[in-house]
């Protein structure tokens, strides 16, 4: 997965999961900077990178694994949850 890869799937993931959280449905999210969507799109990628980089430097897996989109996707599925209900919190 190269680095096209890795921010289109940030992108996907960052989007879809803002728009699926359910605080966010509620209409309690929106109202400040960190209740945007494109916050929620900037962890999604951030969180690919930063997933992709550890996995690489520990040695858990290689460019192109499928263990390396697993670990990406649940990862930046995991960041941007928690970016969407801090958000909500405030």
């Known amino acids: 997965?190269?680095?096209?890869g890795l921010i289109f799937l940030g992108a996907v993931?960052?989007?879809s999961s803002w728009w699926l959280?359910?605080?966010r449905r509620a209409g309690r999210v929106g109202r400040?900077?960190?209740?945007r969507i494109w916050t929620a799109i900037a962890a999604g990628i951030l969180a690919t990178?930063?997933?992709r980089m550890v996995g690489n430097i520990i040695d858990?897996?290689?460019?192109?694994?499928?263990?390396?989109?697993?670990a990406c996707a649940?990862?930046?599925?995991?960041?941007?949850t928690t970016t969407v209900a801090l958000a909500a919190r405030r």
């Open 21 to 23: 959280h359910p605080l």
């Open 60 to 70: 858990v897996y290689h460019d192109g694994d499928t263990l390396e989109w697993l």
């Open 1 to 4: 997965m190269g680095w096209t």
């Open 32 to 35: 400040g900077p960190a209740g």
């Open 49 to 51: 990178i930063v997933a």
């Open 74 to 80: 649940l990862f930046a599925l995991l960041v941007v």
């Open 13 to 15: 993931i960052g989007a």
